[in-house]
Structure formats: structure tokens, C-alpha cells
């Protein structure tokens, strides 16, 4: 069975940084696009970014020039560099990855 657990969450001001991790398990990621989601409190899941097998990658717009996702697939991982961070960029975050299994997310909040 899949397992996808999300990791590098926290506290931090605006205008810091962040990595988060998503390691997959139970499948080799090389062949799937892998997608990061956000949620904040009272709002609806929303989608952030994906990178697709052959390194295509798309950002929503609310992120482009400040985050950027990438995939590592020897470790079976994707990342989301998270910079500039603004308060409204505090959610839970989540990663999708194949046959649409999530992770349990990890918390993001900034502090203005």
C-alpha cells in the first residue's frame, strides 16, 4: 500500500524559509506526477504545485517565484522550498501522490 508522510514543517516569521519533504513508500515515485496542496483554517484544500515524471512542473499562481518543487526519485521523495513566506501562506500542507493517496500533511504557519 502507498504511504506518503510530509515533514518540515513549523513556526516561522514572514519573509523566512522552509523545506518540506514527502517521502513515498510502497511505490516507486519515477513514474508519477506528484503534487503539493495547502489548507488553511475554514478554507478549501488548494492546489500548490506539481512536478510530473519528466520534470514538468507548474506553480498556482499565489506561489510562482517563491516556491519551487522538486523530486529526488533514488529516495523516493519530492520537496517544496517554501521562501519569502507571507502569513497567508499559513496551512496545513499535503502531499498527492500515486493512485491519489495523501499524506497526513504537515503544518505551516508564519508569523507576521
Known amino acids: ?15 523566512g ?6 517521502v513515498v513508500s510502497g511505490r516507486a515515485i519515477s513514474e508519477y ?5 495547502r489548507q488553511a483554517p475554514g478554507n478549501q484544500r488548494e492546489f500548490i ?10 506553480y498556482t499562481d499565489s506561489v510562482k ?7 529526488d526519485n533514488s529516495k523516493n521523495t519530492i520537496y517544496l522550498q517554501m521562501n519569502a513566506l507571507k502569513p497567508e501562506d499559513t496551512a ?11 499524506g497526513p500533511g504537515t503544518q505551516v ?4
Open 65 to 71: 517565484g517563491r516556491f519551487t518543487v522538486s523530486r
Open 92 to 102: 496545513i500542507y499535503y502531499c498527492n501522490g500515486p493512485d491519489n493517496f495523501w
Open 1 to 15: 500500500q502507498v504511504q506518503l508522510v510530509e515533514s518540515g514543517g513549523g513556526l516561522v516569521q514572514a519573509g
Open 49 to 58: 504545485a506539481y512536478i510530473t515524471s519528466n520534470q514538468n512542473i507548474h
Open 17 to 22: 524559509s522552509l523545506r518540506l519533504s514527502c
Open 33 to 37: 506526477t506528484l503534487r503539493w496542496y
Open 109 to 112: 504557519t508564519v508569523s507576521s
